[in-house]
């Protein structure tokens, strides 16, 4: 689906298509292109309208790639990913938008619908979008700022998960504990993977290292780089959250197993005299004392019975059960 902006003359008017004749109008018209799953005649205009670098499109279309930042002559080009919670997967999953900018134009790209981008064009449909009047590089700034502002509550709901695992690996932890938690620490990995080099990319936004964003511009990325240093700080915490979820996990299952196996060895040392004992009187020799002896057997049943008890009772009071 193409979707596509034109702010001139002081509003904000949608069109069907657009034109390469159009990029060369008067100053102060400023051009964004929405390409959400294009079929293969919508994405000629990058090529046909907007002569997108090759290599940039072949980034734009690739099923997954890290984020990224590239200056093309007279164009910017620039993946980064947005985080949402897959509620079927229970999975904290990434989707990448793929970001042109021009002189006087803005192309976004991206495969599912991303809430930065509806925001964006329900204010552009409505003639009250505050930043494609001011430039791309201002609306440029307000999508990579909604962008990035969704990543706090996933997190927050990220956090919340981990507190339950570490809850449960306190209470009872099974095998299916182990999952989630490995399951978490790859969430945990995927945040902090794609984080760190956009926090790299908001850097560079901000120093004013692009002719295309202008100085005025570059202070609002400062803003974005702060949230995204916050972001990467809280990915090692809960690094390090999961971890110590992880090693109380294999203590708590280690601290089991030895339980048990206490357990197991004190009824084999409670069976050991038994065997003893049986094992002697199980001899088939002719001439044995106690082999005649009326209350032979009962005897030798109190016998057992005794040192089972003495043993268990001479356990208790060394603390071994």
């Known amino acids: 689906m193409l979707t596509y902006f034109r702010f001139a003359d002081g509003h904000i008017e949608r069109r069907d298509a657009v034109r390469k004749e159009d990029l060369s109008g008067p100053e102060g018209v400023v051009h964004w292109v929405d390409l959400q799953e294009p079929d293969p005649e919508e994405a000629k205009v990058l090529e046909s309208v907007f002569a997108v670098h090759p ?3 072949e980034d734009m279309f690739a099923e997954l790639h890290h984020p990224k930042i590239d200056e093309y002559e007279g164009q910017l080009f620039i993946i980064v990913h947005a985080v949402r919670f897959d509620v079927p997967s ?6 990448k938008l793929s970001v042109v900018l021009g002189p006087n134009y803005l192309i976004t790209h991206h495969l599912g619908p991303l ?11 409505r003639d009250l979008n505050p930043a494609l009047p001011k430039g791309a590089d201002f609306l440029l700034h307000q999508i990579l700022d909604k962008l990035f502002e969704r990543y706090f509550p996933n997190l927050e709901t990220l956090q919340d998960k981990i507190q339950l695992v570490e809850a449960e690996v306190f209470h009872d932890p099974t095998q299916e504990t182990l999952s989630r938690i490995f399951q978490l620490k790859r969430d945990v990995m995927d945040v902090r ?5 956009q926090r790299e990319i908001a850097n560079r936004l901000a120093r004013g290292e692009f002719d295309l964003v202008s100085h005025k511009a570059a202070v609002y990325f400062r803003d974005i780089y702060d949230d995204l240093y916050r972001l990467v700080d809280v990915s090692y915490f809960y690094q390090d959250m999961v971890q110590a979820t992880l090693d109380a ?8 197993l030895n339980e048990t196996m206490r357990r197991l060895t004190v009824i084999g040392a409670v069976l050991m005299p038994l065997t003893l004992v049986t094992g002697i009187y199980g001899m088939n020799f002719e001439y044995m004392p106690e082999l005649g002896f009326r209350y032979g057997y009962f005897a030798v049943l109190g016998l057992m019975l ?7 009772l001479w356990f208790k009071h060394k603390g071994w059960v």
């Open 55 to 57: 290599l940039a499109v």
């Open 306 to 312: 005794a040192l089972s008890l003495g043993l268990i």
């Open 193 to 197: 993977r794609v984080c760190t080099p």
């Open 115 to 125: 809430v930065s981008i509806d925001v964006a064009r329900e204010q552009c449909q």
């Open 90 to 95: 229970d999975r904290l999953v990434t989707s």
């Open 249 to 256: 996990y294999l203590t708590a299952v280690s601290n089991r």
